[in-house]
């Protein structure tokens, strides 16, 4: 995704992994509020910033 912020929508479309999902690791405090996911209260929407997931996931496999 060449997008830094995408809608969690097409977040989703596009990496296949589920919304559910990606909730999930926010709420376990894999992922983390302002730096992986941001909701826009205005119109009720999560953001998810794909750079920062990439940099999560790197490290992760690495530590894997």
Same mark, same amino acid.
């Given at each position: 995704?060449?997008? !830094?912020? *995408? %809608?969690?929508? !097409?977040?989703?479309?596009?990496?296949?992994?589920?919304? %559910?999902? *990606?909730?999930?690791k926010l709420e376990g405090g894999y992922y983390r509020l302002g730096i992986h996911l941001k909701k826009d209260p205005a119109v009720n929407c999560w953001w998810v910033n794909t750079e920062a997931v990439d940099e999560w996931l790197d490290k992760a496999i690495t530590r894997g």
């Open positions: 995704m060449s997008q !830094k912020w *995408v %809608r969690l929508k !097409k977040y989703c479309e596009e990496s296949g992994e589920p919304d %559910r999902t *990606v909730m999930k």
